[in-house]
């Protein structure tokens, strides 16, 4: 299957990517004898609660409906946990406990006892007697220590969603006493968490004014991602979302062009453009078909320069492996302004749409979001390559973001406690900068000023159906360099690979993480 479906042979990926790999820093190693293992079997999305043990799964696909009160998504496990204790699903034994706890399994069994402590109705007494009491007595002290953290900040951001913010503030003081931004990952989540409570809290009450906060909610994070970055880099070569997004997406494309001599690639928001690099060197390994050019139209609405300087970076990097190469900049004070008349086109050219976190930006402004689809429609791209943050974090309730929010960055956290140092500087610098401000601006702002957004892919699936688009499959070819990426990184055991429907989902330990798919218009 691979031979027939992929443009280039599986010789000619491995001597593609040592080559792509070892010259541009993305890996310094692969392993010179690559079979194709299979994708795992596909897991429903909600495997974002993933297991304690094999016992506990039920309980992760029993709540698929987010609503109303307080911390709902909590609360509503509370019938799920009695029916499992009467009916004797749940029936813990020794050898479940093994390894140490994750920070999402300590989430998870700190939203369980929560429950049960803010529980006093007398048909939840049976409650008191729930497993957990039982896995919760085979803890080491620090795990021990770990969910009483956890279970003070589930209860500070009760009261806050009850407006109860005097006995919030108490509760998050506590929480400064026993966490700080370098302790073990739970300490640094609560930490953060704590801090984006304070915050909402300040505003709820006037203490700070909107105004006040607008450097920290002002700081443009989509903006500074275009930026040249040592924790960004760090990021991309020793956290494995990036690398498996990459070459995923790439292989995708050359799949979708791969009968086309003249290929146009549309770029929203290019960073780097390390990703063409590689997809350059895929085109050119062509044997059946010949490049007579390659074309890359960078939109942009701010930081001209940067583009400009990644242009020329590229310019250069296509001379060196004769790649037929041209580089175009749209610059925009405004994406309302994007139109087709703006595009140097070509009937004979395919033209490839990539979207890498771009519409989430546009999510708190959907006219922006409605005119650029349009403007996509009317180019008709072969393929439109969408990647995206797979949780929904874009509900107006605090109650329902702060849950998702919370399992979503437990579950980050976790995976930088296993790919970077603990006293690694770029660490701390992503964590604080970019997962901080991420927290604060989810939970603390709202309206306009809540300009991080995110929803999962079935929400993308009925807004692309809307203009007439059809999801795609991305390729064998795409899947087996997801899986190939995953094995390069030693915490490649902790990352994990899933189908929902025909988008792949990038997870850690079971939590999603990313999504991408691919699209084409009717």
């Known amino acids: 299957m691979m031979k027939k479906q992929a443009p280039f042979s599986e010789d000619q990926q491995q001597e593609q990517l040592q080559q792509s790999f070892s010259e541009y820093g993305l890996l310094d190693n692969l392993r010179n004898d690559i079979a194709s293992p299979p994708i795992q079997t596909c897991l429903d999305e909600i495997a974002k609660f993933s297991r304690i043990s094999t016992e506990l799964q039920d ?20 019938s799920v946990f009695k029916r499992l204790s009467g009916d004797g699903v749940l029936n813990p034994h020794t050898e479940s406990k093994k390894a140490e706890l994750s920070t999402s399994e300590t989430m998870r069994i700190a939203s369980a006892r929560f429950i ?20 919760f007595s085979c803890f080491s002290e620090d795990e021990i220590r770990n969910v009483q953290l956890a279970e003070i900040l589930l209860a500070a951001a009760e009261k806050v969603g009850c407006q109860q913010f005097d006995a919030a503030r108490q509760l998050l003081d506590r929480c400064d006493e026993l966490c700080c931004s370098t302790g073990n990952p739970v300490e640094r989540v609560v930490y953060y968490f704590s801090e984006a409570l304070r915050e909402k809290i300040d505003r709820e009450t006037g203490r700070v004014s909107i105004k006040g906060l607008g450097n920290r909610m002002n700081f443009d994070l989509d903006e500074d991602m275009m930026r040249p ?194 006293d690694e500087e770029n660490r701390k610098i992503l964590e604080s900068v970019y997962f901080g401000h991420g927290i604060r601006t989810m939970l603390a702002a709202e309206g306009e000023e809540r300009n991080i957004r995110h929803v999962k892919i079935d929400v993308w699936r009925a807004f692309f159906s809307r203009f007439g688009m059809v999801e795609v499959d991305l390729g064998m070819a795409s899947l087996y360099q997801a899986d190939l990426m995953v094995k390069q990184f030693p915490c490649g055991s902790s990352c994990t690979l899933d189908m929902n429907g025909k988008c792949l989902i990038i997870g850690w330990k079971g939590t999603p993480i990313h999504s991408i798919s691919a699209w084409r218009f009717e």
């Not at 995206?388 to 974090?393: T, W």
């Open 59 to 78: 309980i992760i696909e029993a709540k698929k409906d987010i609503s109303s009160p307080p911390l709902e998504l909590l609360r509503n496990y509370r």
């Open 229 to 422: 970055s040592t924790p960004r880099i760090v990021n991309h070569q020793l956290v494995p979302f990036s690398q498996i997004l990459q070459f995923s997406a790439i292989q995708t494309i050359v799949e979708n062009v791969a009968e086309a001599k003249k290929v146009h690639v549309v770029d929203f928001g290019i960073w780097s453009g390390v990703q063409w690099m590689v997809l350059m060197q895929a085109l050119v390994a062509r044997r059946e078909c010949s490049l007579e050019l390659l074309k890359i139209t960078a939109i942009g609405t701010c930081l001209q320069q940067v583009i400009e300087d990644t242009g020329k970076r590229l310019e250069t990097f296509a001379q060196l492996f004769n790649v037929p190469f041209s580089f175009k900049i749209i610059m925009l004070q405004d994406i309302l302004e994007l139109k087709e008349d703006l595009f140097d086109l070509d009937e004979e050219e395919s033209i490839v749409v990539y979207a890498r976190f771009l519409l989430k930006t546009m999510i708190s402004r959907p006219e922006r979001l409605e005119s650029a689809m349009k403007v996509m429609k009317k180019l008709n791209p072969c393929v439109m390559v969408v990647i995206e943050v797979e949780s929904n974090h874009n509900s107006p309730a605090f109650t329902n973001r702060f849950p998702e929010v919370l399992f979503y960055y437990s579950a980050y956290f976790d995976c930088l406690k296993e790919c970077l140092e603990r």
């Open 116 to 135: 049960q402590s803010s529980s006093g109705a007398a048909d939840d007494l049976e409650l008191l007697g729930h497993p957990y009491d039982y896995y």
